[in-house]
């Protein structure tokens, strides 16, 4: 596709479920990164992968948090025993260049995740 | 703990005139500057990058970086009621991690 597709665009779980939250990035794009973004905030930093690799994960905020990208492209972020406070939109991003300096970023639509 | 700020806003400016948004950030080490522009319930978008002291000009935006002072903004001429959004200030800071403000909503009253 054209652009970052993220889905499901919206997720209801009850508290203590586990989701699993999917971004396939623009073709090509190197970076990847997720965002989880509070209502009337900017995005905060979750974690970022290089190709497969996992480079930073200090934004997680718990270990209920855990991302992956095995081959590369496709990322999935999974949230097990879901709260309350987990409430958002969690954005992924992508960017075609390993020039941390000047990287622009393209982001999907979002997943809302409301835990009730 | 390093810092965007931004004004919550709302900034309210009449079309056709100027809107000028503001960001203050804490760390001096900070090389990339990026304005994005984000709808109600939609994703960041970005409209303006800058890296130097100085100007930088993009259609009717205009982005201004000043290292010293640690101050970087974002005029918007010719306001149209289209660009009513909330504005995100993000700054790469000295270890390459983007830092985001909370975004300033504008509102141009047509």
Redesign the interface.
């Known amino acids: 596709g054209a652009g970052v597709s993220q889905s499901p665009r919206y997720k209801v779980a009850k508290r203590g479920q586990d989701v699993a939250l999917r971004c396939d990035p623009i073709s090509g794009h190197v970076s990847l990164f997720w965002y989880q973004q509070a209502l009337g905030q900017g995005p905060e930093f979750l974690t970022y992968f290089q190709n497969e690799a996992q480079l930073d994960k200090s934004g997680l905020p718990s270990d209920r948090f855990f991302a992956e990208r095995p081959e590369g492209s496709v990322s999935t972020l999974k949230i097990q025993r879901t709260q309350q406070e987990d409430s958002a939109v969690y954005l992924c991003a992508s960017s075609y260049t390993r020039d941390f300096h000047e990287e622009k970023l393209f982001f999907g639509s979002g997943t809302q995740l409301s835990v009730l | 703990q390093k810092e965007?700020e931004q004004n919550?806003g709302p900034l309210s400016v009449p079309e056709g005139a100027i809107a000028s948004l503001n960001c203050t950030y804490s760390d001096r080490g900070s090389?990339?500057f990026?304005w994005y522009r984000q709808y109600s319930g939609?994703?960041?978008?970005?409209i303006m990058?800058i890296?130097s002291n100085g100007d930088k000009e993009d259609g009717r935006f205009t982005a201004q970086l000043n290292k010293a002072s640690q101050y970087v903004s974002l005029l918007i001429r010719d306001s149209q009621p289209s660009d009513s959004a909330t504005y995100?200030c993000?700054v790469?800071d000295s270890n390459?991690?983007?830092i985001?403000?909370?975004?300033t909503k504008l509102i141009i009253k047509p």
Do not use: I, N, T
Not at chain 2, 42 to 46: A, T, V
Not at chain 2, 100 to 103: D, F, H, K, L, Q
């Open positions: 965007v919550s090389q990339s990026f939609k994703s960041p978008e970005l990058s890296y995100l993000a790469k390459y991690q983007l985001w403000g909370a975004g």
